[in-house]
């Protein structure tokens, strides 16, 4: 099976502006969670997606919002950006039942200069 | 200037030697706990998990232990190779309302094998 992928795998923004990051999922897995990890904060989890409803939301501004497709695929968008908005966003998906791990993708890097 | 990063643990090993990096968790209501691997420039990568009814899980060269009493949680590589030097997170779940997805994420330990 494929793995979690995400595109771009770079990017970089201005503040002010938004961004768009897209995840497909392992083929079969209907959740989708995002995740932000940066050096000083670590992983943090932004929000669950499971047959295109946000089952669960981490605590992060209403900057950062997302979507789930019919298909499974995930988009998730971060409007006006700031600064502090420079991380490695991580995509991350299950079966989405049970007790089972998440796979994540390699990433998009985000740097917001 | 200079960012301000999460003080990694480090680990250092010979190569053949066994690993134990340990995590303490933080909730007593977690019932299912991962560790992961992460090697640079990737994303997290699944190494093995336990359910909050068992105290031990074997894999191929590793060994999860889970001691709910102190909320703590090793993982035990015997043998530890060069493709073993990685940054390990533990994560658990408290699986509210049936989501999975919200893992909290351990600051990692840094292994560094050494040939």
């Known amino acids: 099976k494929a793995g979690v992928t995400q595109t771009p795998r770079y990017l970089i923004k201005t503040r002010g502006q938004q961004v768009t990051l897209s995840c497909s999922p392992i083929?079969?897995?209907?959740?989708v969670s995002w995740y932000q990890q940066t050096p000083g904060q670590g992983l943090q989890f932004l929000f669950e997606y499971f047959s295109e409803t946000q089952r669960n939301k981490g605590n992060f501004p209403g900057r950062f919002s997302g979507r789930q497709f019919s298909n499974s695929r995930s988009e998730m968008n971060v409007s006006t950006l700031e600064l502090g908005d420079s991380a490695l966003y991580l995509c991350?998906?299950?079966?989405?039942?049970?007790?089972?791990?998440?796979?994540f993708g390699n990433g998009t890097r985000l740097t917001v200069t | 200037g200079e960012s301000v990063g999460l003080h990694l643990p480090t680990l250092s090993v010979q190569e053949g030697d066994n690993s134990i990096i340990n995590c303490a968790y933080s909730?007593?209501?977690?019932?299912?706990f991962i560790w992961y691997k992460q090697e640079s420039g990737k994303g997290p990568q699944f190494i093995i998990d336990i359910r909050s009814n068992m105290d031990k899980r074997q894999g191929q060269r590793v060994t999860v232990l889970l001691n709910k009493t102190v909320k703590h949680l090793s993982l035990q590589i015997a043998a530890t190779q060069p493709g073993d030097s990685a940054v390990y997170f533990c994560a658990e779940n408290m699986g509210y309302g049936g989501s999975q997805g919200n893992l909290i994420f351990g600051k990692g330990t840094k292994l560094s094998v050494k040939p």
């Open positions: 909730n007593s209501a977690s019932d299912y």
């Open positions: 991350a998906s299950s079966s989405g039942q049970g007790d089972t791990p998440l796979h």
């Open positions: 083929s079969g897995h209907r959740s």
